[in-house]
């Protein structure tokens, strides 16, 4: 049973234009998300996270939203750069006592064309 | 400060064989966790240790086992190698209950 879930295995967008992948989730305890980046032969960097008890936060050219009642959050880059493209990779955690597990997706694949 | 570095970066071992994995967390941190990454699964969460104990286990067979040291150094450790444990093994650190930072993996392969 896949708990987070990322529906989209690829996106493409265009050099200065917005980049929004999408995540959503089943369990209902979690309750802090996170965005990773994971480029070829790198482990995962973390990019920006958000807790339960915010909607929105917000790091530079990153910003994550979250929705909890559609149990659906989101991460947009603005303005998107070649340098961007990488597979991202959307995580949950908390909740069921187990803090310390991330809950990861399985990623979906940013292609920034210049 | 030195991020988390995972030795070795690549290993060849074939079936059967045991293989040892090392993780050293970011200056500290006391939480490691340790996750496989192969193409089909994505990242699954194998084991999280915290002062020498184990509080969190994944869905992983016996074969998978870990440790840590008191300078939170961390091992893992797979037995009895079978061709589907190649993948790459990620470590992270911790100091609280959110936010892990990944080393760079030791990517096995099991021939």
């Known amino acids: 049973d896949q708990q987070v879930k990322q529906n989209s295995p690829s996106l493409s967008v265009q050099e200065g234009r917005i980049s929004i992948l999408n995540c959503d989730y089943t369990n209902s305890m979690f309750d802090y998300f996170l965005w990773y980046k994971k480029y070829p032969a790198e482990g995962p960097t973390f990019l920006i996270s958000i807790s339960s008890i915010k909607d929105k936060n917000e790091d530079g050219r990153f910003t994550v939203f979250l929705n909890k009642s559609a149990k659906h959050l989101s991460l947009h880059i603005v303005p998107s750069q070649p340098g961007d493209s990488a597979v991202y990779f959307c995580?949950?955690?908390?909740?069921?006592?187990?803090?310390?597990?991330?809950?990861f997706g399985k990623g979906t694949l940013l292609t920034v064309n210049p | 400060k030195a991020g988390v570095t995972q030795t070795p970066r690549y290993l060849i071992k074939t079936r059967g064989q045991q293989v040892t994995l090392s993780c050293s967390p970011i200056s500290g941190h006391r939480s490691v966790s340790w996750y496989q990454q192969t193409p089909g699964q994505g990242l699954q969460f194998l084991f999280e240790?915290?002062?020498?104990?184990?509080?969190n286990k994944g869905n992983f067979p016996g074969r998978f086992s870990g440790r840590q040291f008191s300078n939170s150094r961390s091992e893992m450790n797979v037995s009895t190698l079978e061709l589907g444990d190649s993948a790459l093994y990620l470590c992270a650190s911790s100091r609280g209950p959110e936010t892990q930072y990944f080393g760079p993996g030791t990517r096995l392969l099991v021939l």
């Open positions: 240790y915290f002062s020498e104990t184990q509080r």
């Open positions: 995580a949950a955690g908390g909740g069921g006592g187990s803090n310390y597990k991330l809950t």
